[in-house]
C-alpha cells in the first residue's frame, strides 16, 4: 500500500468518504478497525469514550465496535461537514462500563475507521487516517496480522475470512 501522493483526487475520496460516514455503502463500505494505537488494549475494553460528535454527545459505542452506531450519528450532520467532524472526534477504550478507566489516550476516529473506494480504476484506502493506494497483488480490506488475531480472538469476523487470517498470523508476534 502506497501512502498517496498530492497529484491524487484527494477530494473527490473526501466526498466518497462523507457519503459512507452516513451511512451510504453506494462508494464502499465503511468498517470499524482496532488502531495501532490500541490494538493491545482490545481484550481489556469494555466500553468506548468520546468527545461531542457531531454536537449530539458522546457516541454510545461499546466493545462490539458496531460501525453503524458511528453512520446513525454521522447521518445527523450535513455531508460537507462529516469529515472535519471525524477528524475532530476521539475515541478512547475504556475497562468499565463508567467510561472512568481509561486505557489509552484520546485517538482520532478516523484511525478506527478503514473505507476502500474505487476511483477512475484505482483503489484507495482510508487506513489509520490516512488515505492509501493499493497495489493489485495486495489484500484488499485486510487488516494488519496482530490486529486481526485480536479481532478474531473476541470473537468477530473479518471480512477475509480464515484464508487470510492463516496467511498473515504467521509473522505475528
Request: aromatic letters at 6%; one cysteine or more.
Amino acid at each position: 500500500m502506497n501512502a498517496l501522493e498530492d497529484d491524487t483526487p484527494f477530494p473527490a475520496l473526501e466526498r466518497r468518504l462523507a457519503a459512507a460516514l452516513g451511512g451510504s455503502t453506494r462508494f464502499g463500505r465503511l468498517a470499524l478497525r482496532w488502531p495501532a494505537a490500541a490494538a493491545d488494549r482490545a481484550r481489556d475494553t469494555v466500553a468506548f469514550r468520546s468527545n461531542d460528535v457531531g454536537g449530539y454527545g458522546p457516541l454510545p459505542l461499546d466493545a462490539t465496535l458496531d460501525v453503524t452506531t458511528v453512520t446513525a450519528r454521522f447521518a445527523h450532520i450535513p455531508e460537507f461537514a462529516r469529515t472535519d467532524e471525524l477528524k475532530q472526534s476521539r475515541l478512547i477504550p475504556c475497562a468499565d462500563q463508567e467510561r472512568e478507566q481509561l486505557l489509552t489516550a484520546p485517538i482520532p476516529l478516523d484511525h478506527w475507521l478503514t473505507f476502500e473506494t474505487t476511483l477512475h480504476g484505482r483503489t484507495y484506502r482510508l487506513h489509520e487516517g490516512r488515505w492509501h493506494r493499493v497495489g493489485h497483488t495486495e489484500p484488499v480490506s485486510a487488516p494488519e496480522p496482530c490486529c486481526e488475531a485480536i479481532w478474531r480472538s473476541l470473537g468477530q469476523r473479518s471480512d477475509d475470512e480464515d484464508h487470510v487470517v492463516g496467511a498473515r498470523l504467521a509473522g505475528c508476534p
